[in-house]
């Protein structure tokens, strides 16, 4: 079988670093908060480009946080994407704010004229979560325009775009945060839960420290409520040891494979998004359109032929049942995000799968009808 994830090959390439990883924090003595995650931010930032990296327990703590920090709470408005995970609206509600969708472009990803519109229309909108969906970045410029011209506070959603750019420019680095997960299928995966806040300046930065360790300020001083989310310091010490240093090998496996599948899948049925003009893809997902109704046949289809696939995401967050008193609040339908997700069909896309398998993934998709 022609995994989604191969996390078998992965361990065997990487099991001697993990290992080395996890025998210097026992040596250190140093459970939490330790050497290891300082390391981790400080390289973490660096891969990134951007001053300052914090880590947090998890990718949906770390949107949380960062809001709060910008001070998003109960009764606000936060824009979004129809299209994400759970956590990026559970993040917002979690604050007790609203989040307010505006439809997908045809990538998937939220479409910034759209959110121009609505955010003329709706001054109540203060706060902006942009998703980097898919390994694709949003266009830069227009996000900094729009943070400009509407004075928002943003948190960049870069759960899944850990490395992408638009024109040059590195996504994460236009909000006055950012965050991403470290969740095990994620680019830059660790072995069990861990996530990061982003940010350029050192204040916005102290803040995220202080309120992912209980809001303290110096040991035992709280000068505000907090949480417990801290980036476990195995994971640290993992993600710092072996997984960062094959960041960059990875995504260029990754650039590789998206590049052979664009070039050799030519099936009229299989309809390929690519990536919008001037963004370099981390391709964390690499997602194809069928025509509407036909989903079911091709899943079974790719499944018989022993290649594994999936649905980022079978159902756009508004029909979510747990968001159904949400939706009320829509910016716009989100009727083509609803259509997207009817048709969107993910193929396998990681770092360890051979040219072979590359190669017997366009025959199956090819061999559809
Ligand atoms: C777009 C997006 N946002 C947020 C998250 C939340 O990350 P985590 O699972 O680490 O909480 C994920 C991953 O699941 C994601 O894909």
């Known amino acids: 079988m022609i995994l989604l994830n191969d996390f078998g090959r992965q361990w065997a390439e990487t099991k001697a670093d993990v290992l080395g990883a996890v025998d210097q924090v026992g040596s250190s003595g140093w459970y939490v908060l330790g050497q290891s995650v300082k390391d981790f931010e400080r390289h973490l930032a660096q891969w990134w480009g951007i001053e300052h990296a914090v880590g947090v327990a998890n990718g949906l703590d770390g949107i949380e946080i960062a809001l709060k920090a910008l001070g998003c709470g109960a009764g606000d408005f936060v824009l979004t994407s129809p299209i994400s995970a759970f956590a990026t609206p ?5 604050l007790g704010a609203t989040p307010v969708f505006v439809d997908c472009d045809e990538f998937g990803l939220i479409d910034l004229k759209e959110s121009r519109r609505v955010l003329s229309a709706r001054p109540e909108i203060r706060y902006f979560v942009p998703v980097h969906l898919y390994g694709h970045s949003l266009d830069m410029g227009e996000l900094a325009a ?23 420019l590195a996504c994460g680095t236009v909000g006055q945060y950012a965050a991403t997960s470290f969740y095990p299928t ?15 300046d050192g204040t916005y930065a102290d803040k995220i420290r202080q309120l992912r360790d209980y809001g303290q300020t110096s040991k035992y001083k709280h000068d505000l409520l907090g949480y417990n989310s801290r980036l476990d310091e195995l994971q640290a010490a993992i993600l710092d040891g072996a997984f960062l240093p094959r960041l960059s090998q990875w995504t260029s496996r990754r650039r590789e494979i998206a590049a052979a599948y664009l070039k050799g899948i030519d099936n009229p049925l299989i309809q390929l998004t690519g990536s919008p003009q001037g963004v370099q893809s981390v391709w964390h997902l690499f997602p194809v359109l069928l025509p509407a109704g036909r989903k079911p046949e091709a899943m079974a289809h790719f499944k018989a032929a022993g290649v594994a696939v999936g649905e980022h995401y079978p159902m756009a967050l508004i029909e979510q049942k747990a968001l159904e008193s949400w939706q009320g609040k829509l910016g716009s339908d989100c009727a083509k995000s609803i259509e997207f997700c009817r048709r969107e069909l993910s193929l396998p896309i990681h770092p360890y799968l051979s040219d072979d398998e590359v190669a017997e993934v366009i025959r199956v998709a090819n061999g559809w009808s």
């Open 90 to 94: 559970l993040a917002i509600l979690k």
């Open 186 to 200: 994620k680019n830059l995966g660790a072995l069990g839960d861990g996530g990061a806040v982003l940010c350029r």
């Open 146 to 168: 729009l943070k400009k011209d509407f004075d928002l506070g943003m948190v960049e959603d870069c759960a899944q775009s850990i490395g992408a750019s638009h024109l040059g």
